[in-house]
């Protein structure tokens, strides 16, 4: 039985591609990790909604420029497994590749660049500065460049926004539609794609296990390529620099890295995955 590929595949940022929450690595820089984590926690589970809690955990952190930009360095610190062997694979072979993320733009586009995803297919929340903060007349090209002030409000800063997202960015184009992700925004976005994919390879949400079509336990994200590409996609990738976590992610589905909640779907890939393997 023959896999489809799926010609556009989104991908959520923090605990996704990273293996960190930026939001919480702000929130331990203030020392206020456990406070803001238990809210991020509480929204990635479906127990509150993204909307509540964005503006408050910003407030509460209220961090300056430089040190949102210190996320970029972290995120690349802490990129999952295969995360950029995996995505140069998928655009290798024809696939275009999003990133959506409810985290702040500047090192969600710097991170996702670094990844090799083009800078319009990344969207993320923009926020606002003010340059005129503390003793602004004694700053200069090297000082502090400001303070936070505001957020970009839309659809990235409620739990159920990204569908919205997602089919801005399809637009008219052909194709089907993958979306992989960790927490139950993602799991909402589902509605816009083809097929949802959970991640558990840093946190498994219950919720999420529960519901998404498929699930990818392993750490590394590179099973997604399975799903994504199909297992004949193996063949088209033999002897480049890409073989390699093309095997890595066959290996690991072998072992069990990929489990499906719908029966069909479940039999239909496992009959090409053999096929193949």
């Keep these: ?9 989104f991908f959520d940022c923090d605990s996704t591609l990273t ?23 509480a929204a990635m589970d479906g127990k509150l909604d993204l909307a509540e809690i964005y503006a408050k955990r910003l407030r509460a952190i209220r961090p300056t420029q430089a040190q ?13 497994e295969d995360a950029k062997e995996t995505i140069a694979a998928l655009q ?5 590749v999003y990133i959506i993320s409810g985290g702040l733009a500047e090192p969600v586009e710097e991170f996702g660049l670094y990844l090799g995803v083009p800078c319009e297919h990344i969207r993320a929340v923009h926020v606002d500065y003010d340059h005129l903060a503390g003793r602004w007349w004694e700053y200069n090209a090297a000082a502090e460049p400001g303070q936070y002030r505001d957020y970009e409000a839309g659809a990235l800063t409620i739990s159920d926004g990204k569908a919205q997202i997602v089919r801005e960015l399809l637009g008219q184009q052909h194709g089907r539609s993958l979306l992989v992700g960790d927490g139950s925004s993602d799991l909402l976005a589902g509605q816009a794609v083809d097929l949802f994919v ?5 946190v498994t949400r219950q919720g ?13 994200i590179a099973p997604i ?22 095997q890595k992610a066959f290996s690991t589905i072998a072992q069990g890295a990929i489990t499906f909640q719908n029966e069909r779907l479940k039999t239909k890939f496992n009959q090409a995955f053999d096929a193949t393997y």
Excluded: C
């Design 1 to 9: 039985m023959r896999w489809p590929p799926y010609q556009h595949i």
């Design 19 to 41: 293996t960190v929450e930026g939001i919480d690595i702000l929130a331990e820089t203030a020392g206020k990790k456990w406070r803001v984590e238990v809210l991020t926690n």
């Design 68 to 80: 949102i930009q210190e996320i970029r360095r972290v995120y690349k610190r802490n990129i999952v």
């Design 92 to 96: 290798y072979l024809g696939h275009q």
């Design 198 to 202: 959970g991640f558990g390879g840093v």
């Design 208 to 220: 999420v296990l529960d519901k998404a079509p498929a699930f990818i336990h392993s750490r590394s």
């Design 225 to 246: 390529l399975g799903l994504a590409a199909g297992p004949a996609a193996r063949r088209r990738v033999s002897g480049t620099e890409h073989e390699t976590v093309f």
